[in-house]
């Protein structure tokens, strides 16, 4: 059992350069073909042993936690083609243990970490499970019970791991080229220095109690969501004391009948997504491992430490752009992006080159029918959103994407990728109607929010 991070920025680059040294000497690749409709795609791999390649990921990443376990959180979320089709599965599942097995510190070095925010353990809680009942990124959480009864989760920093972030993040040479092998254009450097900037705020846990508090409020009494509070007087720099959510996993959703699965979908859609264009913030770790199913049937969602603000004037140019999408206004679709500066108008991509690209990406918001989400139908449109490769989009890969979009983009396309794991079915477009035009909700959920929001005046 590992007591400490590594956290020198040689040590933990050299773990990354074998971890990438060795993919390639495995074969390791990736080569995504578009046939047909955009959601269509089809993996394509050389590659003698899919479990190696993926036990070797969870070993190097979990054990060095930090930004390069989160690396590999997210990588575990989708269907990217790493490995043959037939042992897909087993393969996103093993990457699943860095979401919720990941490789545990011990607890005396954990208590030490506590016991320097807080003080002798007994002066605070009453009870304290010494087994930890999730392990992310940057720490560990455990359950426990405070002096005056009431039952709390404590997420604790890993001994080390702000040290051992700061060295990831100087190392952005070698996570561009673990992401080239997947994910190509993901590797730009200004996307790599949004990503740099969110999950260095990960370490700052007291902006994360004020988020979470502020969070919590927003949806205290709502009839179907539930977020934890922030208990504040018990946070420290290393230390985040919230309410307990009881509840059950993402993966016991999965085995849910569909029409629940598809409740819960919906309000997955509703927090991640409506949230960004009704109160123009929004939580940018849309995982599996940070939704739960509360044992009163509400879906709860924990982690706030990639959560993001955005300027009221670049969500409305997200949302005008959808809009011209939606209704095929290809040219002014394309004079929107020339004006933003994400096309330039010299690079030869035509109006309805856009147009096509935004239905591929994000056209599961636009197209007005039940769409089924599947995680090959998330992980297409993820995969061609960054790295358009298919012939019809070739000249998209000029597309430059401003950053104050790039963590947007991300929730975005990560929800899906969620909801795709979940293979939940709904009419997405008549619940983005809500933010696309202002229009009332046509759901019974969207009601009784609507009819929850005006009862709080």
């Not at 959601?39 to 054990?63: C, D, F, H, N």
């Not at 940057?138 to 001994?159: C, E, F, H, N, S």
């Not at 809009?323 to 690079?347: M, N, S, T």
């Amino acid at each position: 059992m590992a007591s400490r991070v590594p956290k020198g920025r040689l040590v933990r680059g050299g773990q990354l350069g074998r971890l990438a040294a060795g993919q390639a000497a495995r074969g390791v690749g990736t080569r995504l073909a578009m046939i047909g409709q955009p959601e269509q795609a089809r993996r394509v791999l050389a590659e003698r042993s899919a479990m190696q390649a993926a036990q070797q990921l969870v070993t190097i990443l979990g054990g060095m936690k930090g930004a390069a376990m989160k690396l590999g959180q997210m990588l575990s979320v989708l269907d990217v083609d790493l490995v043959p089709e037939e042992h897909r599965e087993l393969f996103r599942d093993k990457l699943a243990e860095l979401r919720s097995r990941a490789p545990v510190v011990s607890f005396a070095a954990m208590r030490a970490v506590i016991e320097d925010d807080l003080g002798p353990l007994a002066r605070t809680f009453a009870d304290f499970e010494e087994t930890p009942v999730a392990a992310a990124s940057i720490g560990q959480v455990y359950r426990a019970t405070l002096r005056d009864g009431r039952t709390v989760a404590v997420k604790v920093k890993y001994p080390g791991v702000d040290e051992a972030v700061h060295a990831d993040l100087r190392n952005l040479e070698f996570f561009s080229r673990m992401w080239r092998s997947a994910l190509p254009s993901a590797a730009d450097a200004g996307v790599l220095d949004a990503v740099a900037r969110n999950i260095g705020g990960e370490l700052d846990y007291a902006r994360e109690a004020l988020t979470q508090h502020r969070v919590a409020a927003r949806y205290r009494g709502h009839p179907f969501i539930t977020v934890p509070d922030a208990i504040e007087e018990y946070c420290g720099p290393h230390v985040l004391v919230t309410e307990f959510v009881e509840g059950t996993s993402f993966e016991h959703m999965r085995t849910l009948p569909d029409d629940e699965r598809d409740r819960i979908g919906e309000l997955i859609y509703r927090f991640y997504i409506n949230a960004l264009f009704t109160d123009h913030e929004f939580c940018g770790d849309p995982h599996p491992g940070n939704i739960l199913l509360a044992a009163d049937g509400r879906v709860g969602f924990v982690d706030f430490g990639l959560y993001s603000t955005m300027d009221p004037v670049h969500v409305e140019f997200e949302r005008t752009a959808l809009c011209a999408a939606g209704e095929h206004r290809a040219a002014d679709l394309y004079g929107q992006w020339v004006d933003r500066g994400i096309i330039d108008p010299g690079a030869g991509v035509s109006p309805q080159e856009c147009l096509d690209y935004v239905w591929a990406a994000a056209g599961w918001h636009l197209l007005d029918e039940q769409v089924a989400i599947t995680p090959e139908l998330a992980t297409g449109a993820l995969v061609l959103a960054v790295n358009p490769r298919s012939a019809e989009f070739r000249g998209m890969r000029r597309q430059l994407l401003p950053p104050e979009h790039v963590f947007s983009r991300r929730t975005d396309l990560f929800t899906f990728a969620a909801l795709g794991q979940l293979r939940t079915t709904a009419n997405w477009h008549r619940i983005a109607r809500e933010w696309l035009y202002d229009e009332p909700p046509t759901t019974e959920i969207g009601w009784a929010i609507a009819a929850w929001r005006d009862a709080r005046g």
